[in-house]
């Protein structure tokens, strides 16, 4: 049950086992409820419309529409959605575009699962001013 201090979480990647592993760790915190999944791009911006969760974890790789390409219409269907990147490529000039597309952060997938859920939770709390 949502209260006050639980995040609400949706996570998009397109790895089936990667979305099972990051529901996992979040789940078994009692400041996260995972309230719905995404395997491209398109379902991130529908699920997150109907949602209008705390934060989105969103993978930059998927098919239909890749991470990048989503966040436009994922501003404009949930504009308080704070966006925590997570992807394979360290690349700075795809970590500043994602800033620029309205990421709050941006992960490198090989990080410890505890360091995504403290940017999450880090995400949850940050104020449009920050």
């Known amino acids: 049950m949502s209260g006050p201090d639980v995040c609400r979480v949706v996570i998009a990647d397109d790895m089936d086992d990667l979305r099972f592993l990051y529901k996992m760790s979040l789940e078994g915190r009692p400041e996260f409820e995972i ?16 949602q209008k969760p705390d934060v989105l974890l969103l993978d930059l790789a998927m098919p239909v529409l890749d991470g990048l390409q989503a966040l436009p219409g994922i501003r404009e ?54």
Do not use: M
């Open 35 to 50: 309230v719905g999944e995404a395997s491209n791009g398109q379902q991130a911006i529908e699920v997150c419309a109907e």
């Open 77 to 130: 269907a949930s504009p308080d959605t704070k966006i925590v990147i997570l992807t394979g490529f360290d690349s700075d000039p795809l970590r500043n575009e994602a800033l620029l597309r309205g990421a709050h952060a941006y992960l490198e997938k090989s990080v410890a699962l505890s360091d995504i859920s403290a940017a999450v939770w880090d995400a949850c709390h940050a104020t449009e001013a920050s």
